[in-house]
């Protein structure tokens, strides 16, 4: 496979690891910030390929994980009591609410479907002119940009009977809250590639100079991960704390001006909810007042209390790197993918879901 | 696929609920061409049940399908319900002979759909050397089935030379793979609605009968399991495996035969192939003396030509299938808990 079999050479790889063994001289903690380096890690086996003295810490960068439970329940709300025609990305579906999962509305006779775009869910709109649709955007700043297109696409052609409902997070305050945070002991971080596509690099630059930490901008090919470990552990090794792009194949300093301008129409920052983790200033995206119209948690005023999550869930200190999945006394046991306590029991990309799955080497 | 019977020339356009009723509608369908059309000495008796005579022990096996679309790239729901069944008693190490059918069809069908799947049948059923001798057809309200369901059962008789089972597994045994994995499900998810993507996949649905008794004929009891890897893909087989029997099994990335296309697709939707459903491969667990010369035997059938040697059963980790990446890394594979669900990113 052209651009993909490149990135998973065994020769390569094992030089590269060769390299970080011959590299690292103390332990050190390095956090991949974003759960498709999670899944790449544990898809390729890599942690346990890795000398004992790097433990890789899973970030928060899993959005199904980090999607607050209220906002489930309102997307379930929409769903069946609204009977809004929902449209969701696929690995939202299973993810639980208070009651029940949208895949469990959906048994139940809701219209919930699963896309890949965002802009298909207008075109739905579009062909069934008597119903609500909405699109559950959530994503990090990757998916921003094609939940915003949506928004304008629609108001362009004026279809008046869709909206999103939006969730989304941002990166570098997940960075800044994770180091903010007493318990924590990260000493570099792997960035994420593709938020960085659309971002760019700038914003990473005060954060390492704020926390003295490395961070490397680093893709999701088992080469891409290994690489940008090395990066990190150099750094460590050398006491430097710089931001460097190990994804400059796809990431450009200054990102994806285009891709930027579209969220900045549509959305505006605002302190955001991150579910297991609690509010984080300025973390997220709200739809601006001009397309209120397209937001639809003002579009439909709904209002739903707090639940309270699963109190044996430890998923806030399991994102922040302060537990391992296997440290919980639930995990495996009362909490498993097909009853998930917790949303990073959910996704494959959450942290404790990648353990229970593909680390199974470790008995539970 | 090209209609080859033409169609017979009816007063109605589409199925309704009356078609399925028993009386003169269901006899105006039926007498328009499917008997005709999948004619044989037993199902021309038209009995209430079929005549058979069968020799030895035999295998039996039934399955339902139900696909959306009906119409896919590669074939159609009609040589799927036909294929499904010949490759499960073919998994027994039978020769399928009978086949029964029966479909419930959503009232709307238009008659050249039903036509045309009843033409892949006939044709299907012709290529792996099976009849169907009974049958039966209903008809549900619109909106209380998805255009049409299809059910096959089937018998056939067991090859002398096989002796198939979990419990014929030993350590040591290597383990092939038919052909090219992940091919059904993304040819069917490439054409579902709201996730249809440009490709050029096909279905794999395909009759493996002949290969399989190929194989036995002259392998025999080298051949200690096989399996067919629909639903779940090749993960959950082999895990399922893995469970019932207390071996540990490993396989290599590497040696995972998967269309170029395929692997791509699976890569843009976030999807893992060896949990992408096949119809027209199997998993053979054969002996280690003899998976040189049965992988070179299968290779030159054209079911088999992408045939490989995929893992091995070992003592180590037993009830666990652990994968080596294609970087040397080791994951255990497990069953998922639903449906795989697409990535956000």
């Known amino acids: 496979m052209k651009y993909l ?35 790449s890690l544990v898809k390729n086996g890599i942690i346990e390929m890795l000398p004992d003295k790097i433990t890789m810490i899973h970030g928060p960068g899993c959005p199904v994980c980090v999607t607050p ?27 639980p609410g208070s009651q029940k999962s949208l895949l469990q509305a959906k048994a139940e006779g809701a219209d919930v479907r699963i896309l890949y775009s965002p802009l298909e869910a207008v075109k739905i709109a579009e062909e069934n002119p008597e119903k609500e649709v909405v699109f559950f955007a959530v994503g990090f700043e990757t998916t921003a940009p094609a939940n915003a297109l949506s928004v304008v696409h629609a108001d362009r052609r004026n279809v008046k009977n869709y909206s999103i409902l939006a969730s989304h997070v941002l990166v570098p305050p997940a960075i800044k809250a994770v180091m903010d945070d007493k318990e924590s002991q990260i000493d570099g971080f792997l960035a994420a590639g593709h938020v960085c596509t659309i971002m760019g690099n700038t914003e990473y630059h005060p954060l390492s100079t704020k926390y003295k930490v490395p961070i490397v901008v680093t893709g999701f090919e088992p080469l891409d991960v290994l690489q940008g470990i090395l990066m990190v552990i150099r750094q460590l090794e050398q006491s430097k704390s710089e931001v460097e792009n190990q994804y400059a194949r796809i990431v450009r300093e200054e990102g994806n001006l285009d891709a930027q301008k579209v ?25 601006r007042d001009k397309y209120a119209g397209y937001d639809a948690i003002r579009k439909f005023d709904i209002f739903i209390d707090e639940a309270p999550e699963n109190p044996l869930c430890i998923s806030g200190q399991i994102m922040k790197g302060i537990k391992k999945p296997y ?18 029991m959910v996704s494959s990309e959450g942290a404790c879901a990648a353990y229970y799955h593909f680390s199974g080497m470790v008995e539970i | 696929m090209q209609l080859q019977c033409p169609m017979p020339i009816l007063d109605f356009d589409i199925i309704t609920l009356g078609h399925g009723s028993g009386g003169m509608l269901t006899n105006k369908l039926l007498d328009s061409g499917v008997f005709d059309l999948l004619s044989n000495d037993i199902l021309d008796e038209r009995h209430d049940g079929a005549f058979l005579e069968l020799h030895g022990k035999i295998a039996f096996s039934t399955d339902s399908f139900l696909v959306s679309p009906i119409f896919f790239p590669g074939g159609n729901i009609g040589e799927l319900a036909v294929n499904g069944t010949v490759n499960d008693l073919a998994m027994c190490g039978a020769s399928p002979k009978y086949l029964s059918l029966s479909f419930i069809i959503e009232e709307g069908l238009p008659v050249k759909d039903f036509w045309e799947i009843l033409v892949s049948i006939k044709i299907a059923c012709e290529k792996a050397g099976v009849k169907i001798v009974t049958g039966d057809t209903k008809v549900v309200e619109k909106g209380k089935g998805d255009k049409i369901f299809i059910n096959t059962s089937g018998v056939g008789t067991i090859n002398p030379k096989a002796n198939i089972g979990k419990k014929n597994i030993q350590i040591g045994d290597k383990i092939i793979v038919s052909g090219n994995i ?4 993304m040819a069917i998810l490439s054409v579902r609605e709201g996730l249809e993507f440009d490709s050029e996949i096909q279905s794999d649905t395909t009759y493996l009968n002949h290969c399989v008794e ?83 035997k299968l290779r030159q059938d ?39 669900l697409p990535r956000i990113c």
Not at chain 1, 75 to 94: N, P, Q, V
Not at chain 1, 263 to 287: C, H, K, L, T
Not at chain 2, 182 to 185: F, I, K, Q
Not at chain 2, 311 to 320: D, E, I, L, S
């Open chain 1, 5 to 39: 079999s490149e990135y998973r050479d065994p020769e390569l790889a094992k030089k590269y690891l060769e390299e970080i063994k011959n590299t690292v001289s103390r332990p050190w903690s390095i956090m991949e910030v974003c759960g498709g380096q999670t899944h």
């Open chain 1, 69 to 95: 439970l209220n906002l489930i329940d309102k997307a379930i709300h929409l769903a069946t009591e609204k009977e809004a025609i929902l449209c969701s990305f696929g690995d939202m579906l299973r993810v």
């Open chain 1, 263 to 287: 969220i900045n129409e549509v959305f505006e920052v605002r302190n955001q909810m991150w579910r297991g983790i609690g509010e984080i200033p300025d973390s997220g995206y709200a739809v």
């Open chain 1, 327 to 344: 440290e919980c006394s639930q995990f495996g046991k009362t909490c498993k993918p097909e009853n998930p306590l917790g949303a990073p």
């Open chain 2, 182 to 185: 992940a091919s059904h499900g």
């Open chain 2, 214 to 296: 190929d194989l036995l004929n002259n392998f025999g009891t080298d051949i200690h399991l096989l399996t067919d890897p629909t639903r779940g893909g090749v993960a959950t087989v082999l895990k399922e495996i893995a469970e019932a029997t207390a071996v540990g099994i490993e396989i290599y990335q590497k040696n995972l035969p998967i269309d170029d296309q395929v692997a791509s697709a699976c890569e843009l939707l976030g999807l893992d192939s060896l949990y992408v459903a096949n119809e027209g491969l199997f998993i053979a667990f054969v002996s280690e003396e003899k998976a040189a010369v049965i992988l070179e």
């Open chain 2, 302 to 340: 054209t079911k088999g030509r992408n045939a490989k040697i995929i893992g091995t059963v070992v003592a180590n980790h037993p009830k666990q299938v652990v994968l080596e990446s294609a970087i040397g890394g080791k994951r255990v594979i497990s069953m998922l808990p639903g449906e795989q």
